[in-house]
């Protein structure tokens, strides 16, 4: 079993829904990914989406296209990525962390030695935002064979085709973007959602996460009652971007322990 699959695992033995914060890695301080990251594992974070920064994010809203636009600012790449996971590692073995990003960085780090290299330094599962199902049948074979979990994203707008065709080749859990738009967006429909998730369930048998638009405790409260996972960005980011490097870490933690206490209210 997979530690992405565990961990559902055990939060649906207790009746919790699953808490999982998406940062930009390298922001908004190049040395401070790791500390945040084990703020976040502290305070509540059940999985960890780790953004590898990249130059055309065009899933995304203003606030995550400048966190990658600082993290590109500062040198980090794929492999400054790839080492904050191992750093985080080296105290953390339970929560799992996935990379989110686009096909750009990973095909010209080299598909091969990136999932080698993913593998190796701990990753959990990798969510590639431009990578249909459909055109991506080697990648995520070759993820698979190597215990990495293939997620991939459904829309508002996806058929059941369409929702079909990733329930085939998903594994770990699949992400539902809540609305039609950037992350960050804030006209989160809560009743569209909760029609949305039954649907998706018919076909496909993994957790199910939402995220975009969800931007603090009460719309995170809303969510998790018609889902399996909340993810949370945008908000988080932002909320980063005003911190002193001194307190980035502790600024993590009290943004995930008030989104972890309105989930298990």
């Known amino acids: 079993m997979s530690r992405i ?17 998406y ?25 960890i989406e780790l953004g590898v920064p990249f130059s055309d994010p065009m899933a995304d809203g203003p606030v995550v296209q400048k966190a990658s636009e600082r ?18 590692r080296a105290r953390d073995s339970a929560t799992p962390v996935v990379l989110m990003g686009y096909a750009n960085p990973i095909e010209r780090y080299g598909i ?23 055109e991506c049948e080697a990648f995520v074979g070759k993820l698979k064979l190597a215990g990495l979990d293939p997620i991939f994203m459904l829309a508002p707008t996806s058929t ?25 967006a804030g006209h989160l429909d809560v009743a569209a959602v909760a029609q949305a998730v039954p649907r998706i369930k018919a076909h496909v048998k993994l957790p199910v996460g939402v995220g975009f638009g ?14 399996d996972a909340v993810v949370i960005g945008s908000a988080l980011v932002q909320r980063l971007e005003a911190c002193t490097r001194d307190n980035v870490a502790a600024g993590a933690a009290e943004f995930i322990a008030s989104i972890r206490s309105a989930l298990d209210s």
Do not use: E, N
């Open 160 to 184: 059941d085709a369409r929702i079909a065709s990733v329930a085939s080749v998903a594994s770990g859990y699949v992400y539902y973007v809540s609305l039609k738009g950037v992350t960050g």
């Open 71 to 88: 993290a590109l600012a500062k040198g980090i790449g794929m492999r400054q990525v790839l080492g904050y996971v191992r750093g985080f």
């Open 112 to 134: 091969d030695k990136f999932i080698a290299d993913a593998q190796a330094a701990g990753v959990d599962g990798v969510l590639v935002v431009d990578y249909p199902p459909q």
């Open 5 to 21: 699959a565990a961990t559902f695992a055990k939060l649906q033995t207790r009746a919790r829904k699953a808490l999982i914060p």
């Open 23 to 47: 940062v930009t890695a390298g922001d908004p301080y190049a040395d401070a990914t790791v500390d945040i990251m084990h703020a976040m594992a502290g305070a509540g974070a059940d999985l």
């Open 214 to 227: 969800i931007r603090d405790a009460q719309s995170a409260r809303a969510v998790a009652a018609v889902c």
